[in-house]
């Protein structure tokens, strides 16, 4: 994407390698259970929610939520809570557009599951259609990794059940865990959601335990938006947690800089900031050009020593993924970056 045209930070096609198509088949597989119909059905009839399992209550950034029955008609608001509710089984009716991209298009790991029959856009990023909401007649709004504000949660409460951002986390900053547990409990799936959360800690695993001196190394992510201009990220941002649980960390001098924002925007003359074992830099060729010849790139170590790392946003869709860092977009994202990690010696 060219400068100018960036995603907004989250403050506010290629083919799906062998790999990754199997992680997301075993992914669904495991959102559907392993028991019968009649041992995992609801007086619902959903065969995917366990016996017993409504009314359910789920707490949240503004106080709690009870859900009394299996919901039918899901929106989604949060700008990946979808792949998650796809992995456990449930294709959302609604769903909000981020990256200019709709809700379902390209991205390898989720569109298989949407299938044929795609939500509709009810807005974009924190910018919601109630209208559009409203029409659609949900029985479960989820807004998880998103920055909904207390008024937006009070009008889409009067149309259906709704279930914010997870409690005692900044917006936008709640583990990608936490967020599939919170979804996972309002859908009467909180079993489901622990294997799938379990599945893909194991996949984390398995890379420290083949990568054991990537622990305790300092990693920083950030993206060049135009010339001499780039946004670094949060700790606690899904890109930068990605690779924490790979074994990485981030540097005080970068944890500083963020202080309690998920996003910095600085200049050129702060690239200090961006000093680590590995620097990450999300974009396209052309900020990747920009960048390299910055003058005062040129100078930093991490250059100089061949330590940075360029991912594209899409073609593969390498930067997306670890933006979604979701059940389902994670096991696409380990495949892709892990041998570009490796290559740096």
Known sequence: MPFGTRPAPTRFTGLLPRVAVAAAAALALTACGGGSDTDKADKSGDPGAAAGAFPVTVEHKYGSTTITAQPKKVVTLGLSDQDAVLALGVKPVGAVDWFKEQPYGKWPWAKDLWGSTPPQVVGERDEYNMEKIAALKPDLIIAQYSGMKKEQYDTLSKIAKVVAQPKGSEDYQATWQVMTRQIGKALGKGAESDELIAGIDARFKAVRDKHPEWKGKTVTVGEPYEPGKFSAFSPKDPKVIFLSEMGFTTPEAYRTALGKENVADLSSE??????????????????????????????????REKRDLFLPYDSPDIGAALSFNTVLSIPYAIAQVVPKLEAIK
């Open 270 to 303: 702060r690239l200090d900031v961006m000093e680590a074992d590995r620097t990450v830099w999300l974009g396209n060729a052309e900020t990747e050009a920009a960048m390299k010849a910055d003058p005062l790139y040129q100078k930093t170590k991490v250059y």
